[in-house]
Each structure stands twice: as structure tokens, then as C-alpha cells.
């Protein structure tokens, strides 16, 4: 992975890998990002669907924790389909259509965008397995603002867990220590921080999300 198929007449495969997953992951979250699958994918675990994506470009996460076998062997399987997964209405029948004429074929049928590459399906881009802790970061979103001299930190925190989650939020900013990742997949830094963000109380019922 990542890999794509050329097709486009109602075309549809599969993708398949195995994994170990260490008992150590048992009491954390496991999730599935993936950077992009055409179109419309379907995504199984040890026969066990766990979400997939309507949508061919997007970036996307599934939790595939309720379906792991931990101290084994885990099949992850994703189902794609060409780009007339993501088609509304009668299908096309693209073996009378000429060539050029396609991506004017689905006009008012289409309900995600095609872009470049249309008749190229699979998963195009890179697939992360992360292991995480019950509460934990699902998204992180800067907005700079240049005229103000600031930056804006949306964070989304997911509590997978049954308890309620009471916690502060501390947010600094660090410089670069020019170095490549760790093996712990953490960026370096160095010195003090150049900016800190006010102290938040984050509070996050169980089994929820908060933004």
C-alpha cells in the first residue's frame, strides 16, 4: 500500500493485509486513518465492518478496537469501487460512451468530487495504524491569523471510554530541532517555549467528543 486500479464501468476489488496486534494495545484505542480511498470504501477486521468513506479524496478514521484480536493475527480488509461509487441515479453505460466524453458522462449524477486521475481507484494514499489512549487528540486544526499577529488552536478531544474525563489543556509552542522524527513518530524540539496558549478546563463525557 498504497495502490491503485484502472477501471471505470461499475468496477469493484478488494485489498488485503494482515496484522499482529501485541496484548500490550489492549487497554487503548486503535485507530485506522487513512489518507484517501476511491471511492466509497468499505472497511472490515476480521470480517467485521468498522466504517469506510463516501468520497474519494478526504482524509478519514475508523476505530477497529471492537474487532481486534489482540495477542493474534488480524485481517484488515477494504473494499473499493471505481468512480461511479459515488454515482446517484440510473447507471452509465460507459462501453458506448467514447472515451473523451466521460467525465461529461455524469453530469447532476455525481455527489463527490472526481478532480484528476478520475479512473483510477484504491487506496492512493498512505494508511497509519495509531494506538492511542482512551481520551486522546482526534484532530488538531491551526488558523494563523497574520494582521493580528496570533494563532487559533481547534482541538478536538475523543473520550472512547465509560467514565467522564476532567482534565486542563496546556499549549506551547516550541522551536524545531531540524532533526527527523523519533521512532516514537514525535517531531524533536529545542529550548524554551516562544509561545504559550491560556490554561483550558476540558471536561469530555464518556463514550463522547468535544471540539
Known amino acids: 500500500m498504497p495502490g491503485t486500479i484502472y477501471g471505470y464501468n461499475y468496477e469493484r476489488a478488494w485489498f488485503r493485509r494482515k496484522f499482529f496486534a501485541p496484548k500490550e494495545w489492549q487497554n487503548r484505542r486503535l485507530i485506522?486513518?487513512?489518507?484517501?480511498?476511491?471511492?466509497?470504501?468499505?472497511?472490515?477486521?476480521?470480517?467485521?465492518?468498522?466504517?469506510?468513506?463516501?468520497?474519494?479524496?478526504?482524509?478519514?478514521?475508523?476505530?477497529?478496537?471492537?474487532?481486534?484480536?489482540?495477542?493474534?493475527?488480524?485481517e484488515l480488509l477494504v473494499?473499493?469501487?471505481?468512480?461511479?461509487?459515488?454515482?446517484?441515479?440510473?447507471?452509465?453505460?460507459f462501453v458506448k460512451e467514447r472515451r473523451h466524453d466521460l467525465r461529461e458522462t455524469p453530469q447532476d449524477r455525481v455527489i463527490a468530487p472526481i478532480g484528476g486521475r478520475f479512473a483510477d481507484?484504491?487506496?492512493?494514499?498512505?494508511?497509519?495504524?495509531?494506538?492511542?489512549?482512551?481520551?486522546?487528540?482526534?484532530?488538531?486544526?491551526?488558523?494563523?491569523?497574520?494582521?493580528?499577529?496570533?494563532?487559533?488552536?481547534?482541538?478536538?478531544?475523543?473520550?472512547?471510554?465509560k467514565k467522564n474525563y476532567s482534565a486542563t489543556l496546556h499549549a506551547r509552542i516550541f522551536l524545531w530541532d531540524g532533526k527527523e522524527r523519533g521512532k516514537d513518530g514525535q517531531w524533536g524540539v529545542s529550548g524554551k517555549p516562544v509561545a504559550s496558549f491560556p490554561v483550558v478546563q476540558v471536561q469530555v463525557d464518556g463514550g463522547s467528543q468535544k471540539g
Open 32 to 74: 485506522l486513518r487513512f489518507g484517501g480511498v476511491k471511492y466509497n470504501s468499505r472497511i472490515f477486521v476480521n470480517g467485521k465492518y468498522v466504517g469506510g468513506c463516501f468520497n474519494g479524496y478526504d482524509a478519514f478514521e475508523v476505530d477497529i478496537t471492537e474487532a481486534v484480536r489482540f495477542g493474534s493475527e488480524n
Open 79 to 93: 473494499g473499493v469501487h471505481d468512480w461511479t461509487g459515488v454515482f446517484v441515479g440510473e447507471p452509465v453505460d
Open 121 to 161: 481507484y484504491g487506496i492512493w494514499d498512505s494508511v497509519v495504524l495509531r494506538v492511542v489512549p482512551s481520551v486522546h487528540f482526534a484532530d488538531l486544526f491551526i488558523r494563523p491569523l497574520v494582521r493580528q499577529n496570533r494563532l487559533e488552536v481547534d482541538v478536538t478531544v475523543v473520550n472512547a471510554g
